[in-house]
């Protein structure tokens, strides 16, 4: 009889703005379509850095830099056995690929308000998309070596 191992799911987030909008992308999922930051799970070998820059692209096409940590968030799905633990990073929007195909399920990438967002609520894949948003939007900025990457 072998134990049951729980383990979070490990994600990364882009937390992007430029003139007071996000970007945010559009995907669909089992409850229909959602907002969510560019945002996907950590690869076998890749460091959280690295993958919230692939991310980015794959999902909006834009060329993200993450240059600070906006925060970690642990947080358990409703209704689910999953716990997400999210790495959310902030930096620049260095080029923009408008030939790229997006990732399956990326219906559009779309920049909106803060105040867009804040309306939008119902339709966020969860509550880390707007708090990730006001945590950016209250200063908080965290130093990238506060990780540390080990190559296998």
Not at 32 to 61: C, D, I, W, Y
Request: with cysteine; proline share 5%; glycine share 8%.
């Amino acid at each position: 009889m072998g134990m049951e191992i729980w383990k979070p799911n490990v994600t990364v987030a882009a937390v992007v703005e430029r003139d007071g909008r996000f970007l945010v992308v559009e995907e669909e999922t089992d409850d229909g379509l959602r907002f969510n930051q560019p945002a996907g799970h950590l690869e076998k070998g890749e460091s959280l850095v690295a993958a919230a820059a692939r991310e980015a692209l794959e999902e909006t096409a834009h060329c993200f830099r993450p240059e600070f940590l906006v925060g970690i968030y642990q947080w358990p799905k409703p209704g689910s056995d999953i716990t997400y633990l999210r790495f959310a990073f902030g930096g620049s929007v260095e080029g923009f690929e408008p030939e790229r195909r997006l990732d399956d399920g990326i219906v559009r990438a779309v920049w909106l308000s803060l105040d867009e967002l804040r309306a939008t609520r119902e339709r966020h894949r969860s509550p880390l998309i707007l708090q990730c948003c006001e945590d950016y939007l209250a200063g908080r900025r965290f130093p990238l070596d506060l990780l540390r990457h080990y190559d296998a």
